[in-house]
C-alpha cells in the first residue's frame, strides 16, 4: 500500500496508478529514453485521473478566508522573487530538534525551498509516538488531503497529518488528531503562532484549489545528517531513524519526495528519477559517517533492546501472555548482549 506519493492529481478512486508503475520498475531499463517513456506515461495517467474525478472542495472559514485575502499578495511577492507562484504544489519537512518546518513549492520537474517556518512547540521527546496519551509527537511519511483541513480548528487553523499511517498501524501504534495547528500549545501536535500558521494554511489552500490533490509531511527527529546520526548513535531508535533516513536521503538526491511503500515491516521508497543532487545516502564514507559507524554497534547491543521493550508494552493490553513470552525472549538477548560487552 502506499504511504506517500510525490503525483498532484486526484488518486482517491484511482490508487492502482502508483503501484501499476512500481510493478513496472524491474522491466525498464536505466536507458535514457526508457526513463523519459515512464515519466511521461506517469504524467499522462495522473492527468487522466485528475480529468476524471474532478477537483475537491477546499474547506474554508471566516478566519482562513480573511488570512487568504491579506497574505495573498505578500505571499506571492516572495514567492516570484524566487521564480515560483503561489498555487504551485508543495511539499512539507518538519525537524523535531530544530523546531523547524519547511516549505518546498515545486518548480518545473524538482521542488525548491520557499521558507523555513519556526515550530513554537511540540510535545514529548525524539523518537515516534508508540500509542494514544503518550503526549509523543509523530515521526514518519504522511501525506495531507483537502479533507484534513479545519479551518474551524480550536487551534485557530489546522491540518491533520494522517498518523497513524500504515506503518504505525502495523507496528500497533495507536491514537490519532495530530495536527500542525496554531495557538502555540501543543500536546502530540506540531504548534505554530498564528501568524506562521496563517502563511502555511495560506500556501496548502492555494496549492491544493491549484490542483494538488495532496502533498507529503516527512517528519524527522532531526536533520538526518551522518553528524547527527553518530550523535544520537546510543538512542533506542537507531534503527527506525536509520530507514527514516533513506527517505530523508531520497528527497536530497532527487528534490522530489519519493512514493513510499511498507515493506517488510519497513519504509520503502520509489522513484523514476534520476539522482539530480546527490546525497548522503550514496556519498563514499566520510570522517562523520565513519564516526557513525564506529559508534552504533554498543547502540544496536544493548539500547536497541529499549526500544523492542516499548514496542511491546503498547501491544501488552491486547495479549498478555503472547507479550510475555516477547519481553523474556528480548531480556534474553540483551543478557547475552551484556555479558558480551
Known amino acids: 500500500m502506499v504511504v506517500g506519493v510525490p503525483c498532484t492529481a486526484p488518486l482517491s ?24 517513456l515512464t515519466v511521461c506515461l506517469f504524467s499522462l495517467l495522473c492527468a487522466v485521473s485528475a480529468q476524471a474525478e474532478g477537483g475537491k472542495t477546499i474547506p474554508r472559514s471566516e478566519i482562513s478566508k480573511a488570512a487568504y485575502q491579506r497574505l495573498e499578495p505578500q505571499l506571492e511577492e516572495e514567492m516570484q522573487k524566487k521564480n515560483m507562484h503561489l498555487g504551485q504544489p508543495i511539499f512539507v519537512r518538519i525537524f523535531k530538534e530544530e523546531k523547524e518546518l519547511e516549505v518546498w513549492v515545486k518548480k518545473d520537474f524538482t521542488y525548491e525551498l520557499f ?20 503526549l509523543q509527537s509523530p515521526e514518519g511519511f504522511y501525506t495531507v488531503s483537502p479533507t484534513a483541513l479545519n479551518p474551524w480548528s480550536d487551534f485557530h487553523l489546522s491540518f491533520n497529518l494522517g498518523y497513524p499511517n500504515e506503518y504505525d498501524r502495523l507496528h500497533k501504534r495507536t491514537g490519532g488528531a495530530l495536527m500542525v495547528h496554531g495557538k ?3 500536546v502530540g501536535c506540531f504548534a505554530m503562532n498564528d501568524l506562521r500558521i496563517e502563511e502555511i494554511y495560506t500556501i496548502v489552500d492555494a496549492a491544493m484549489s491549484g490542483g494538488q490533490e495532496q502533498f507529503a509531511v516527512h517528519i524527522f527527529p532531526f536533520r538526518m545528517t551522518w553528524d547527527k546520526m ?39 521508497f520509489h522513484t523514476f528519477r534520476p539522482l539530480l543532487f546527490g546525497s548522503d545516502l550514496t556519498a563514499p564514507a566520510q570522517p562523520e559517517k565513519m564516526e557513525y559507524a564506529s559508534a552504533i554497534p554498543v547502540a544496536k547491543k544493548e539500547d536497541v533492546n529499549i526500544a523492542k521493550r516499548e514496542e511491546i508494552k503498547v501491544v501488552k493490553r491486547e495479549n498478555t501472555k503472547v507479550v510475555r513470552r516477547e519481553y523474556a525472549k528480548v531480556d534474553k538477548k540483551a543478557s547475552k548482549n551484556r555479558k558480551t560487552l
Not at 508503475?21 to 523519459?36: C, E, G, K, Y
Not at 521558507?115 to 514529548?124: D, L, N, R, V
Open 13 to 36: 478512486d484511482s490508487t492502482w496508478i502508483l503501484p501499476f508503475l512500481v510493478a513496472m520498475r524491474p522491466l525498464l531499463s536505466p536507458t535514457p529514453i526508457r526513463q523519459i
Open 230 to 268: 553518530a550523535k544520537n548513535a546510543k538512542s533506542p531508535w537507531i534503527p527506525f531513524w536509520e530507514n527514516l533516513k533513506q527517505g530523508y536521503d531520497y528527497f536530497q538526491g532527487h528534490r522530489n519526495p519519493p512514493m513510499v511503500t511498507v515493506e517488510e515491516q519497513k519504509y520503502a
Open 115 to 134: 521558507k523555513t517556518y519556526t515550530i513554537c512547540t511540540f510535545s514529548g521527546k525524539l523518537g515516534p509516538k508508540l500509542k494514544e496519551g503518550d
Open 184 to 186: 502555540c500549545s501543543s
